[in-house]
């Protein structure tokens, strides 16, 4: 007997994420095998309409195919997954695994060639051109990373990834207006003073469309404006290594120096490419049910009283003419229980110790979005 939240989650995706409608195609990509969620997607796909396609993927797969691949494969590889993504009209990706450090081991200049061919595929076809929505599934692993038994694990999943995300994505409009009229952010926090404008530059409004969990409300800073030091307060998984106690300083919007757990690792991940060093997103995580960091970006990237500051690719949606192989999502909670912090619109104290203070906004904190 499936567990009836697998059903409700798949409903979810097929009909509110990527709103499938009859005759769309859609690409169902699992890494980490989850039959059931798989299954329960195909079914929910075919009642709308639609012509599912699946494509299984293995962790330890990847790790052999990436340690043994050289640049021409991987641009054949690029083709190949370039070819099947043009054809879809939709994309769900449910990523899993039992080991988050799986990759660990695979040469830097291998996931760097990776990021330049394959991964192109999703940055210049699957998000721009589909209907797509990425989301983790829990298992034992995912309950470690989060401290949790596995049964209240999958609890807190559930709670997380089926809340009333169109009731968060009304109370989001403030958000995006109030940014939409902003010039300079200033951010302050332990280790934290940072200072860029985000003047013309699109907002965008994330409520269970194109992650799930959800709740980010993200733009990019004007690529040149940012000026300052962030101390990033929480671990940042990365190509197979987890970084901690991150800290960034940039002149003129460039970083231009960077510590960490291990600076001589992080610094080569900067070395990428020119966007590298340049920022590519600005976002506020809302989602009242994430409190803690669980090594899993599209959980930690969502926490309610954080932000996060990403090196590398913008997106096309809130462009500021960055572009790079990388994009990587770095979070700071900036809530009492991690140290606090302020975050100002042009001058104005909009959010303390990660809780809005002004009224247009109090809607977003997490005691109104649970209500």
Not at 234 to 243: A, E
């Amino acid at each position: 007997m499936r567990d009836p939240r697998i059903n409700k989650l798949a409903d979810l995706l097929v009909n509110y994420s990527v709103k499938l409608q009859e005759g769309e195609k859609l690409l169902i990509e699992n890494t980490g095998i989850q039959r059931e969620l798989v299954a329960a997607i195909v079914e929910k796909a075919y009642e709308a309409g639609g012509h599912p396609f699946v494509e299984l993927k293995d962790p330890k797969i990847m790790r052999t195919l990436l340690k043994g691949a050289n640049e021409t494969q991987m641009q054949a590889w690029e083709r190949y997954e370039a070819t099947v993504m043009e054809d879809m009209d939709a994309y769900i990706a449910i990523r899993s695994g039992d080991n988050i450090n799986e990759l660990s081991d695979v040469p830097s200049e291998k996931n760097k060639i990776f990021g330049q061919t394959v991964m192109n595929v999703h940055r210049q076809i699957r998000v721009p051109k589909t209907k797509w929505c990425v989301l983790r599934y829990p298992n034992e692993s995912m309950a470690q990373l989060a401290e949790m038994s596995t049964e209240a694990f999958e609890d807190f999943y559930f709670n997380v990834c089926t809340l009333d995300y169109e009731k968060m994505n009304k109370a989001m409009d403030a958000l995006v207006k109030k940014m939409e009229e902003t010039d300079e952010v200033k951010i302050t926090g332990p280790g934290t003073d940072l200072t860029f404008s985000i003047k013309d530059i699109p907002v965008i409004k994330c409520a269970g469309e194109m992650n799930i969990p959800d709740g980010e409300v993200y733009t990019a800073p004007v690529r040149n404006s940012v000026n300052g030091t962030i101390t990033y307060n929480t671990p940042s998984p990365y190509q197979g290594f987890t970084y901690e106690n991150v800290q960034l300083t940039l002149e003129n919007g460039k970083i231009v120096d960077a510590q960490a757990n291990d600076s001589k690792r992080i610094q080569e991940v900067f070395n990428t490419d020119e966007g590298a060093r340049y920022i590519g997103e600005f976002a506020i995580g809302i989602n009242p049910y994430i409190q803690h960091p669980m090594k899993d970006i599209l959980f930690d990237e969502k926490i309610d009283g954080s932000f996060h500051f990403t090196p590398g690719q913008a997106y096309e949606n809130a462009y500021n003419g960055n572009d790079s192989s990388i994009h990587w999502d770095m979070v700071n909670i900036q809530r009492e229980d991690y140290g606090g912090g302020e975050m100002y619109f042009d001058g104005e104290l909009i959010r303390k110790d990660g809780r809005f203070v002004i009224p247009e906004l109090e809607g977003l904190n997490a005691d109104q979005l649970k209500a």
